[in-house]
């Protein structure tokens, strides 16, 4: 059985960092490009981030672009996303993905709230 | 980047009617690489169609996509009371990917 698990969320404030991680079991992980989606509470869903099979191709949404960075450890199972200079409207769910034909496997979410 | 306009933001229909509902992007989707997803309450998304018309394996037949260049559309033939839900669309034609604000689909 295929698996996601979101991990690193929490409440932080306007200003700080955060890295969010995701563990991929089930499938061979280095062979799929990866991606960060998030939600806002109530909203819609929102690309954030995706990643390359051997990590040296990434792209942003325009919404984060020079905040957030992506990440991946093929030999851990591991997807990251590191998220610097958060902002009140960076508030979400924030699922890891898989993607293959669309984005076929996800997680189940971790929240990050930014607040004072 | 291409913005994906979903319509309309809400459809009321009853169960047993049939569903249309469209995404209209900025310009056009490369390969037609436009994707449908459902999202019921509490849930994660899950794919529905890949590449405006290839149904995914295991979603019931009565879903379809159609589509190319910069209009598609996703039609549930006869509605389940299961199918009521928040529809999005999502393009990878060109980086950064995006997704449509999503369509209501809810109990007349």
């Known amino acids: 059985e295929v698996q996601l698990v979101e991990s690193g969320g929490g409440l932080v404030q306007p200003g700080g960092s955060l890295r969010l991680s995701c563990v991929v079991s089930g499938l061979t992980f280095k062979t799929y490009w990866m991606a960060w989606v998030r939600q806002a509470p109530g909203k819609g869903l929102e690309y954030v981030a995706n990643i390359n099979q051997d990590g040296n191709e990434k792209y942003f949404a325009d919404s984060v672009q020079g905040r957030f960075d992506v990440s991946r450890d093929n030999a851990k199972n591991s997807l990251y996303l590191q998220m610097n200079s958060l902002r009140a409207e960076d508030t979400a769910v924030y699922y890891c993905a898989k993607w293959d034909f669309g984005f076929d496997c996800w997680g189940p979410g971790t929240l990050v709230t930014v607040s004072s | 980047e291409i913005v994906l306009t979903q319509s309309p933001g809400t459809l009321s229909l009853s169960p047993g009617e049939r569903a249309t509902l469209s995404c209209r992007a900025s310009q056009s989707v490369r390969n037609n690489y436009l994707y449908w997803y459902q999202q019921r309450p509490g849930q994660a998304p899950r794919v529905l169609i890949y590449?405006?018309?290839r149904r995914v394996t295991g979603i019931p037949d009565r879903f379809s996509g159609s589509g190319s260049g910069t209009d598609f559309t996703l039609s549930i033939s006869r509605l389940e009371p299961e199918d009521f839900a928040v529809y999005y669309c999502q393009q990878s034609g060109i980086s950064p990917w995006t997704f449509g604000q999503g369509t209501k689909v809810e109990v007349k």
């Open positions: 590449e405006a018309s």
